[in-house]
């Protein structure tokens, strides 16, 4: 689930609600469905009495025009309103009530049961709402898939960008995307709100894992994402619209310029025009002008422009310049601007001024999880007032419907349930296990340790070698992900070097408390544990908010390993001759400079997601290590921030770095 940080505490109890839900995969005989559960016989049908906006031989701006003319003021605004499931699912006659152009699930916001069928029914309920309407106008449903439509139990999880990153490989991002925009459809939502083309430049950042890369050359050659997407014909079964965020700036604010208890996230890009377009616009031109994503999203974030002083930040929901003059105007941006999770929340102001200043920086629709109905009243006084134009609303209706009518919504609103039977299977695994050997990393390889032999014995050690939530790490099941051994379908990295490497004898201690003679080789897997976007920010706050937590705070976040990281390596490093370290996070992780020395092979792992035996690909030979950094790695957590390209740059292990292996 998406939060701000002034809302994270109070939505504390609702993500626990959310997690509880989707850990249950099957109801026990008594649990009952998600509330109003979809009967297929009473859905409303469009009504076609030869309404010019339902001719399909027209141009869309021909429909789309017709029906701007024929809608009230009160539900054109209706279409700029976004609420959460959990605010309509007890009664999907408020998407009628109050004329909502979209629906959204948050991290962890999911059906009972959490299964591909139950997500179809839950948004053909909201849909048949929306089509009780007078003008039967169908909504839109947005998820974070991110990684994969990682709210659903037994979807295909993907590595996070970073993983993908170091892939160096656009062509295969866009077959994932591919992927991932099937798996999503086929349950019900339309949209996603993915990729994140941001350019990380401090890895302290708790969303670093969403970045492709410290190079806005490299991102700007990933936003082909949006290509999987979206592909040529929106309407298509297997597409859904794609949303580029955070624009812009999100992965270059300052640390220590946040507001609250986050270090970084959210906080301040402190720049001039120049280097803004160098570094945090570039990718968008792509996925603009190449690529014609759909919906962009405005990030948390800041702008204080250095030309006039700094001191005087601007948030980016409230930017006319960049949104309106900018992206719509010198880019020629013709989608639709969605907010991000009650980001008008943080701009300066009352309610009414909040919603007045979102609307005229260029905003078109709003994420208004709970607030929509206030929202809406709201607007509508601001627009009566005369201080939010007529013609601001038509113009972000406008945009919203032609994507509607893009998506083929006013000819199939209903889930086309086609590809229901492919939510995660062995085909979809086996693009992802491909995509995690190809992002693997192999950073130092003494001797030629890597690969191994597969008849070695494999001694298996690390908290992270058998615990599939912390390998898929945040926005899983939860928006702050967990861990957990099998807390989703798939095969953690132990799985996989049992079944790669059948003929190995392999000993599995987490601790390394095991006896260690006889072994002829070492495997420690070693990192972080999940987080999102704040949470994820080093120094910054401690998440104690899902169940599994029982209240107790995760570990604070570092750039360096965790002590208990530490001890295993020194450990079994020490015991066994030859030692391998796997490192599976969200980031690159400070290796000290004594420890590296007891390191025959270090491989950066980075978030694999379901398919660990990708990583036993490598590691054994089956496929040969190609990936290269796509992100610094620093020697020191006081070298950040560290980029390509900087004065000084001396890395541990710098961008593009990545050995090389033969398979066998």
Known sequence: MRLSKSSHRTWAAFVTVGLVIA??????????????????????QMRNSGQAYL????????????????????EK??????????????????????????????????????????????????????????????????VDSVHGHGNLLGATVFPHNIGLGSTWDPELVQRIEHVVAEETRATGPQWVFAPCVCVARDTRWGRTYESFSESPALVSRFAAAIEGFQGKNLAATDRVLASAKHFAGDGDTEFGSAAGDYTIDQGIT???????????????????????VGTVMPSFSS?????????????????????????????????????????????????????????????????EPNAYQSFETTLLD????????????????????????????????????????????????ALAREAVAKSQVLLKNSDGLLPLKKNAKVYVAGRNADDLGNQAGGWTLSWQGASGQHRIPGNTILDGIRQVAPQAQVTYSKDGSAPTAGSDVAVVVVGETPYAEGFGDVGGPQWAYDPEDAGVPREPKSLDLQPVDRAVIDKVCGAIAKCVVL????????????????IDALV????????????????????PFTGKLSHSWPRSADQEPINIGDPNYHPLYPFGWGLRTRSH
């Open 270 to 292: 402190v720049t001039n025009r120049q280097d803004f377009a160098r570094f945090d616009l570039a990718p968008y031109l792509p996925a603009v002008g190449k690529y014609d």
């Open 77 to 142: 605004v209706g279409q700029m309103t976004q609420a959460e499931r959990g605010a309509v699912t007890n009664d999907a006659s408020l998407v009628t009530t109050w004329r909502l152009g979209s629906v959204l699930s948050g991290g962890g916001s999911v059906p009972t049961p959490n299964t591909p069928e139950a997500w179809a029914d839950m948004v053909d309920r909201f849909q048949a709402a929306a089509l009780q309407t007078r003008l039967q106008i169908p909504i839109l449903y947005g």
């Open 23 to 44: 850990l249950v995969s099957v109801p026990s005989s008594g649990a009952a469905p998600d509330r109003g559960s979809f009967d297929a016989t009473a859905r409303p």
């Open 604 to 623: 950066a792992s980075w978030l694999p997601g379901s398919q660990g035996e990708g990583v036993a690909d490598v590691l054994f030979g089956k496929r």
């Open 583 to 598: 490192v599976v996070s969200g980031r690159p992780q400070v290796i000290p400079p004594a420890q590296l020395a007891t």
């Open 303 to 367: 702008i204080d422009w250095t030309e006039d002083g700094v001191g005087n930040p601007i948030k980016m929901h409230a930017n006319r310049e960049l949104i309106t003059d900018l992206l719509k105007g010198k880019l020629g941006y013709d989608g639709f601007v969605i907010s991000d999770w009650e980001g008008i929340h943080q701009l300066p102001g009352d309610w009414a001024e909040q919603v007045r200043t979102g609307v005229n920086a260029g905003i078109d629709m709003f994420m």
């Open 382 to 429: 601001e627009v009566r007032a005369g201080r939010v134009s007529q013609a601001r609303i038509d113009d972000a209706v406008r945009r919203i419907l032609t994507k509607k009518f893009e998506l083929g919504l006013f000819e199939k609103p209903y889930t086309d349930r086609t590809h229901l039977a492919e939510v995660g299977s062995a085909q979809h695994r």
């Open 55 to 74: 001719n399909t031989r027209l141009p869309i701006k021909a429909r789309v025009e017709d029906l701007l003319r024929q809608m009230t003021l009160e």
